[in-house]
């Protein structure tokens, strides 16, 4: 299972775009990356999915390089609302995969 | 459209009883996974079910039980509470042809005092 590393925390300001990367160095040939929002006491909500290039929807975008040992959440106009853990996650989607999560990255938007 | 339904939300237990929780999955899922996730630390997968059948186990001891139903609903039983296993519970489901994409409950908190 690919190992992934993100920072512990942020800080970001209500407006400003927030990029969070997380490095997965031996992700395999097979695995997609996913990266889940959670807000204290409910459950990880999903963000986003992609295997390469450019993944952009309503809420995000994920920008994934050629090699793809790493990949950026990108999160435009923040507000204070996206205070949240956010985890990403690197797995084959098959039926056995287990979504493994880690500490994640805990980000604070100021006013 | 209903979503995950976990109950109960909030239960308080005293160390060595057992506690029984419950969860629906989502419309069309057909697959349940169990998460423990203590405070401040990200969830951490128990075990998953499918077709009735435990797929899948985590690091978790014997104490962790679970079932899942026809319907694909499921329990997680835990016998002999630790204090260590006060934590919040979630219940995940999925559709195994699916993208991976879990979708969560909203969890339930267990107090072991």
């Known amino acids: 299972l690919a190992k992934t590393t993100q920072p512990i925390s942020m800080d970001s300001y209500e407006g400003q775009e927030v990029n969070i990367t997380c490095s997965h160095n031996?992700?395999?040939?097979?695995?997609?990356i996913t990266w889940y929002q959670q807000f204290p006491s409910q459950g990880p909500r999903f963000i986003i999915q992609?295997?390469?290039t450019k993944v952009t929807n309503e809420v995000a975008s994920l920008f994934i390089p050629a090699d793809r040992k790493s990949s950026t959440l990108s999160l435009p106009r923040v507000s204070l609302s996206d205070t949240a853990v956010y985890y990403c996650?690197?797995?084959?989607?098959?039926?056995?995969?287990?979504?493994?999560f880690g500490r994640g990255t805990s980000l604070i938007v100021h006013p | 459209d209903a979503g995950v339904t976990q109950s109960p939300t909030h239960l308080i237990k005293t160390r060595g009883q057992q506690v029984t929780l419950r969860c629906s999955p989502k419309?069309?899922?057909?697959?349940v996974s169990w998460y423990q996730q203590a405070l401040g630390q990200g969830p951490q997968f128990i075990f998953q079910?499918?077709?009735?059948?435990?797929?899948q186990r985590g690091n978790f001891p014997d104490r962790f039980s679970g079932h899942q139903f026809p319907n694909y609903s499921s329990e997680l039983n835990v016998n002999a509470l630790l204090l260590g296993d006060s934590a919040l519970y979630l219940c995940?489901?999925?559709?195994?042809?699916?993208?991976?994409?879990?979708?969560f409950g909203e969890g339930s908190r267990l107090t072991v005092l």
């Open positions: 992609g295997y390469k």
């Open positions: 079910y499918y077709e009735e059948e435990e797929r």
């Open positions: 031996n992700i395999a040939t097979n695995d997609y």
């Open positions: 419309s069309g899922h057909d697959t």
């Open positions: 995940a489901s999925s559709w195994t042809s699916g993208t991976g994409e879990l979708f």
């Open positions: 996650l690197v797995g084959d989607r098959g039926g056995s995969y287990i979504p493994t």
